[in-house]
């Protein structure tokens, strides 16, 4: 039967040794390829897909990849461990350690599946006296359009960046529009029009009839980030006939009507709502005297949360980070330009323990492997 | 081993399933809490004006919040509700029809425009009354009404918005309003300073610098030097890091000639 032959060739030790040869070559593609597009596109394109298609730069030549992904190879490396036992090593007392072994590298395997997935990792700026109750992503955008309703909630739809891309229509349940994408520069630079120019805007609509975009190549270092932009029209009854520019550098967002509904756009860094509120009381900012290097940095905020009735102040302090709700807020930087300014690094992950619990039962496998195989070797010397 | 063979196909066949489970990340809605209209603490430090006036009593006062030095709700006789704005912008370069796109883009479609001369404080300025087609009944369909004033170099903008219901009872209100207005600076002026005209035109004669925060990522960097008769400006945008690592390169202006090569 077919399917059996295919699980004889799953359960084989050829085909552990060649995935992890496999792992080793797509570790090093993808470190080569990292140096043109970065480390954010490397991980999704490489590590986090089934199949790799994409190209690296040789020699100022584009060569073109098609190669097992990162979840391929880690799925086969996770289904050949488990039928492996099922079929050749068998469940006994005398292979427990073994057995704790591969368990623990299997935590491993699917827990970083589940990192990849829950992970979030975002940023806070705070300037002293400031409350925000969201954070802002590091690389993902969204296009977002509140409907500004009279009750003391406005309800925001967030179309992730994934559908931006040029002759997409967007549509959804809660808006009674639609959304074409007439075009989306995934990084940019606008510019305002001269006063005497007879250049048309960007858009015809709203703040973008007086701008123009300049499309830029794609940001591949960590340090800096994309500024998008797009050209979308609305289409539906009752709404404005024309075109706007939405964009990264355009922090208010433009006001519309549809009918006796009003709508805002913005196209902003993707935001994670949380249902309490962080205030910047005070920000201190030490440095080594006559240098720019930072000695110390920590920020007292305070901590309200309407849902508890919760109100209380910490201090955050490099290795002194706040746990709250699920998230871990770091103090992750500041802003050289003001020293008001706190910049807070927000990271959830509920699957943060999987990489310690793996570890832990990978080295008790391998010790308690070791000490039965050796008490067995001793009994056998001593029957001698 | 037979029960173990089931398993492994059990496995086999979940692979696949979660091979193909994997998709693209869905459009999201969510409720938020309306935010509070607070000034930012960044921005209050940024403010230069103060605006009085002759304010109705139906007007509801709101305190200033980002672009805005003042701001009031005003409140119909049919508890329709509407906003009154306040907004200076200094050095903007669109011309009128460009800014009053960003208003008939917020208005939608078929939005009729009327302008007519109003004296604001004392000043004159013009009176631009936009109003939508769509939807046609007054209770719904929306108009503004804006007074611009160019004024010491900064533009203002005097706006009320809501029902055209609402904007046609308190138009009167509004333009009284205009009149009785005096723009009151909170800040000294910065000016530059005055040299003497210099033919040679090759040494930089005095810069000011400023560092503008676009959004939360970008910064923008300007010097304005004057040379001799000439006032030229420099300008670094981009990300903040990379803004952070050279801007001090803008120092080196201090230690530059300029030549006047159009002879």
């Avoid at chain 1, 490397?42 to 060569?63: A, C, G, P, Y």
């Avoid at chain 1, 073109?64 to 990162?70: K, L, Q, R, S, T």
């Avoid at chain 2, 138009?171 to 723009?183: G, R």
């Avoid at chain 2, 670094?236 to 803008?250: F, I, P, Y």
Wanted: overall charge neutral.
């Amino acid at each position: 039967m077919w399917l059996d032959k295919l699980i004889n060739a799953l359960t084989s030790i050829r085909l552990t040794v060649l995935c992890l040869a496999l792992a080793i070559v797509l570790v090093f593609l993808g470190t080569l390829a990292q140096v043109d597009k970065g480390i954010f596109i490397v991980q999704k394109e490489f590590f986090q897909s089934i199949i790799v298609i994409s190209d690296l730069r040789i020699l100022n030549h584009k060569v073109p990849i098609i190669f097992p992904g990162g979840y391929l190879i880690g799925l086969i490396l996770i289904i050949n461990l488990i039928a492996a036992h099922f079929k050749r090593f068998g469940f006994h007392l005398q292979k427990i350690g073994l057995l704790l072994t591969h368990f623990g590298i299997l935590v491993l395997l699917v827990g970083q599946i589940l990192i990849d997935h829950l992970h979030i990792e975002s940023s806070i700026r705070l300037v002293e006296g400031e409350s925000k109750n969201y954070s802002e992503s590091y690389t993902k955008c969204e296009l977002a359009f509140v409907k500004i309703s009279g009750a003391d909630f406005d309800i925001v739809v967030s179309i992730p960046e994934s559908y931006l891309y040029k002759g997409n229509v967007i549509r959804h349940p809660q808006m009674p529009y639609e959304i074409r994408i007439n075009e989306y520069y995934e990084n940019s630079q606008i510019e305002r029009l001269s006063g005497q120019s007879n250049e048309r805007g960007a858009a015809t609509l709203g703040i973008g009839a007086s701008l123009r975009v300049i499309p830029l190549p794609p940001i591949t270092t960590t340090d800096r980030r994309n500024a998008p932009s797009a050209i979308i029209e609305l289409i539906g009854n009752n709404v404005p006939k024309g075109t706007w520019l939405v964009s990264f550098f355009l922090d208010d967002g433009q006001t519309f009507n549809v009918g006796n509904e009003q709508w805002q756009m913005f196209l902003r860094p993707e935001r994670y709502y949380k249902p309490y509120y962080i205030t910047l009381l005070d920000f201190t900012h030490e440095k080594y005297p006559g240098t720019d290097i930072p000695k110390n940095f920590s920020s007292r905020v305070k901590l309200t949360n309407p849902q508890t009735k919760e109100e209380r102040e910490v201090l955050i302090y490099m290795n002194n980070p706040l746990r709250y709700g699920g998230e871990t807020y770091y103090q992750g930087s500041f802003d050289p330009g003001d020293d008001r300014v706190s910049i807070l690094q927000v990271v959830k992950n509920p699957a943060w323990t999987t990489p310690y619990i793996a570890c832990a039962l990978v080295g008790f496998g391998m010790a308690l492997h070791f000490i039965l195989k050796l008490s067995a070797f001793v009994k056998e010397q001593k029957k001698r | 081993m037979r029960i173990g063979f089931t398993l492994e196909k059990i496995i086999f066949l979940a692979a696949i399933a979660l091979l193909t489970g994997c998709g693209k990340e869905d459009i999201k809605v969510y409720q938020i809490p309306k935010e509070p209209t607070v000034a930012k603490p960044h921005q209050q430090s940024q403010e230069q004006w103060k605006v009085i006036g002759d304010v109705p009593e139906n007007w509801e006062e709101k305190g200033p919040s980002g672009m805005r030095v003042a701001q009031y709700v005003v409140k119909g006789k049919d508890n329709s509700q509407g906003e009154v704005a306040v907004m200076p912008m200094v050095g903007l370069r669109a011309n009128k029809n460009e800014i009053l796109a960003i208003w008939k883009g917020q208005l939608g479609q078929d939005v009729v425009e009327k302008s007519e001369r109003v004296k604001i404080g004392e000043d004159e300025g013009e009176l631009f009354d936009l109003s939508s087609q769509q939807p046609t009944s007054p209770e719904l369909s929306q108009r503004i009404l804006v007074a611009m004033l160019i004024k010491d170099n900064v533009n203002w903008f005097f706006r009320i918005s809501g029902t055209s219901n609402l904007i046609e009872q308190s138009k009167p209100d509004f333009i009284k309003y205009l009149n009785s207005i005096k723009i009151i600076s909170t800040s000294q002026p910065q000016r530059e300073a005055i040299t003497k005209p210099n033919t040679n035109a090759n040494i930089p004669s005095s810069n000011s610098k400023s560092d503008f925060k676009v959004n939360e990522q970008i910064r923008m960097v300007g010097v304005i030097a004057s040379a001799g008769s000439y006032t030229m400006f420099f300008k670094m945008t981009g990300q903040n890091s990379a803004v952070d690592r050279h801007k001090d390169e803008l120092n080196l202006l201090n230690h530059s000639g300029f030549k006047n090569v159009a002879g």
